[in-house]
Every structure is written in structure tokens, then in C-alpha cells.
């Protein structure tokens, strides 16, 4: 069985761009969540998605947003960047989606921002 | 908000010597706890986790204890070898994982 991926892998932008972010989570899994990851903070969640539906939010302001297809494919997007922006983006599926299942990381997209 | 506390932040120790990493949640009501490890270029891969349920688990070389009544959670790596030089994570979750902030744990030959 694949794993989770993420496209792209490296990116560079320059500040007030933005950026799209996909992730394609296990086959079966419907749970997608989104983790920003960066040296001195460790893994901060953003949000996470639930058969199309954001079920958890972090607390990001608003230019970070995402979606779930119906495929359980995630996109996030990142709109006006900032050079704090930089960072590994990382996304994990679970099969369900509830409190105790286990979740599955993607390789991350790595994010500079100039 | 909720928060992990881990430490320490970074840990050498000589292989075959044993490794530990503590973690302290601040949500009482948090009843799962993962622990992750993250090689260079890769995303976390789950090593081992425990329900609030229980109050310890071993896979081998590895083993997590938790105290519910003091929020603290330990991993134990004992036996230690180059391949476990990574970084280590430690989560709580109730509603969404809080992660800590991370371990680099250092294997020296």
C-alpha cells in the first residue's frame, strides 16, 4: 500500500505570494490533518480534515486555509506569505479519523519563503 | 491553550547505553500518547504509543510508561544503536494531538 505523499516536495516563493500544498492521503484513509514544522516550534497543527469537512482547527491566522476533495485528497493554501512562513509543511492521514487512531506522515513539503 | 512540555531538547549518550525522554501534558483528559520518531528528510513515523488505560508498554528495545495522576509520560530506548539517532516526539491527544517540541537523540560509537 502507498504511503501518504506530497507535491511538491520543495518550493520557493517570495513574500505576498501564494502557495497551494497537496497531499494524497492512504488509500482508505479519510482523515487528513496539516502541521507546520519548524525548528524552533516543533509541529503545530492547522487544521485537519474529515470527509470533506475541516474538523479541527489550529490556531493560524487566515491565510492559511485548506480543503478535502472527495477523494480524500488534501490541498492547503498559504495566500500573502510572510518570511515566518518558511518551514516543513507536513501532512498525516488516519483511516477514521477519530481520537485514538494512528496517523501516517507524508515526507513534508519544504517551504522557503524569500 | 493545552500544551506538551518534552525534555530534554537534546540527548547524547553512548551506544548500547540506555536513552530516556520525558513528556508532561497539561489536558487531563487526554487518553492517547504517541510517540514519534523523525529521521532526516522524513516525516514522524509512529515508534509506539499507550491509552490512558495503561500504565506501560514495551516493543523490544522500547518502552513507554505513563502516570495519569502526575501528566507525565516517559519513552525508554534501552540497547541503543546508530540507527536510533533521530528525533523523537512525544503527543497527548484529546480532541487533537499537542505535540512537544522534540528530542535530537545523538548515538555515540
Known amino acids: 500500500k502507498a504511503g501518504v505523499t506530497q507535491t511538491p516536495r520543495y518550493l520557493i516563493k517570495t513574500r505576498g505570494q501564494q502557495v497551494t500544498l497537496s497531499c494524497s492521503p492512504i488509500?482508505?484513509?479519510?482523515?487528513v490533518s496539516w502541521y507546520q514544522q519548524t525548528p524552533g516550534q516543533g509541529l503545530q497543527f492547522l487544521f485537519e480534515y474529515f470527509s470533506e469537512t475541516q474538523r479541527n482547527k489550529g490556531n493560524f491566522p487566515g491565510r492559511f486555509s485548506g480543503r478535502q476533495f472527495s477523494n480524500s485528497r488534501s490541498e492547503m493554501n498559504v495566500s500573502t506569505l510572510e518570511l515566518g512562513d518558511s518551514a516543513l509543511y507536513l501532512c498525516?492521514?488516519?483511516?477514521?479519523?477519530?481520537?485514538?487512531?494512528?496517523?501516517?506522515f507524508g515526507p513534508g513539503t519544504r517551504l522557503t519563503v524569500l | 491553550g493545552e500544551n506538551v512540555e518534552q525534555h530534554p531538547s537534546t540527548l547524547s549518550v553512548q551506544e548500547g547505553d540506555s536513552a530516556v525522554i520525558k513528556c508532561t501534558y497539561s489536558?487531563?483528559?487526554?487518553?492517547?500518547f504517541p510517540w514519534y520518531k523523525q529521521e532526516l528528510g522524513k516525516g514522524p513515523q509512529l515508534i509506539i504509543d499507550?491509552?490512558?488505560n495503561v500504565g506501560e508498554k514495551k516493543d523490544q528495545r522500547i518502552a513507554v510508561t505513563l502516570n495519569k495522576t502526575a501528566k507525565h509520560f516517559s519513552l525508554h530506548i534501552t540497547e541503543t544503536q546508530p540507527e536510533d539517532s533521530a528525533v523523537y516526539f512525544c503527543?497527548?491527544?484529546?480532541?487533537?494531538?499537542?505535540w512537544g517540541a522534540g528530542t535530537k537523540l545523538i548515538i555515540k560509537p
Open positions: 489536558d487531563s483528559a487526554s487518553n492517547y
Open positions: 503527543a497527548a491527544r484529546n480532541y487533537q494531538l499537542i
Open positions: 499507550i491509552r490512558s
Open positions: 488509500s482508505g484513509h479519510r482523515s
Open positions: 498525516a492521514s488516519s483511516l477514521a479519523g477519530d481520537r485514538i487512531n494512528e496517523q501516517f
